[in-house]
């Protein structure tokens, strides 16, 4: 079945940039996404990348897609205290797009 | 305001004892899913339904049971629960068409003694 890796833990210094990085190992993907947790709340979607992209850009955050080593990162700029929180990557297999697969979660802790 | 619902956000039980998580969008959403996260296991799917009277099986549906006999509505029944189904539960919901984002509940914090 599909399986979705991800770091367990990050911790940045308030202003420094994030990279959260996830692999995946279903080639037939169509979607990957990124959401977020914060405590005693449920996901929220951040981001997501078709694909046939390599990159996408949104505010502060950017998406790498690397499809040959199916490896997807998400890159925080000037990361501040409320982007501490666990980060989900997940991906959507050809058939099934609804039926997500997600990873086990990177908790960010920033810095002051 | 759009928002999936779930109840309770809490529950301590004891083994065996038969109870039921509910769960409603008012999005008008076909697709709804019930995950459960573990830690380091991250979000694994339990059932879905991809319309009214439609359910099937995702990952780790062994000791659950759905329904789905309106569309805004999906409870999660466990018949008998176990220790090992103490975890968070999520229901989440979307629309039925590719890329439509998930909206999730906030959880809810199931104990079994």
């Known amino acids: 079945g599909e399986d979705v890796e991800q770091s367990l833990f990050l911790s940045v210094r308030e202003g420094d940039s994030s990279v959260i990085n996830c692999t995946y190992t279903?080639?037939?993907?169509?979607?990957l996404y990124w959401y977020k947790q914060e405590p005693g709340a449920g996901l929220q979607l951040l981001t997501y990348?078709?694909?046939?992209?390599d990159m996408k850009q949104d505010q502060r955050l950017t998406v790498l897609l690397n499809k040959k080593d199916k490896h997807l990162s998400l890159r925080i700029a000037d990361t501040q205290t409320g982007d501490s929180a666990i980060y989900f990557c997940?991906?959507?297999?050809?058939?099934?797009?609804?039926?997500?697969?997600f990873g086990t979660g990177t908790r960010l802790t920033v810095i002051p | 305001e759009a928002q999936v619902t779930q109840n309770p956000r809490y529950l301590i039980t004891v083994t065996g004892k038969k109870l039921t998580v509910t769960c409603s969008q008012n999005?008008?959403?076909?697709?709804m899913s019930w995950y459960r996260q573990d830690p380091g296991l991250g979000l694994r799917q339990i059932y879905y339904?991809?319309?009214?009277?439609?359910?099937d099986k995702g990952d780790v549906p062994e000791g659950y049971k759905v329904s789905r006999k309106e569309k805004r509505n999906f409870p999660l029944i466990l018949e008998s629960p176990s220790p090992n189904q103490t975890s968070l539960y999520f229901c989440?919901?979307?629309?039925?068409?590719?890329?439509?984002?998930?909206?999730f509940g906030n959880g809810t914090r199931l104990t079994v003694t």
């Open positions: 339904s991809m319309n009214v009277e439609v359910t």
């Open positions: 989440a919901s979307s629309l039925a068409q590719n890329n439509s984002p998930l909206h």
């Open positions: 990348i078709f694909s046939n992209m």
């Open positions: 279903d080639s037939s993907s169509t979607y």
């Open positions: 997940a991906e959507s297999p050809q058939t099934g797009a609804n039926n997500l697969f």
């Open positions: 999005m008008n959403h076909e697709y």
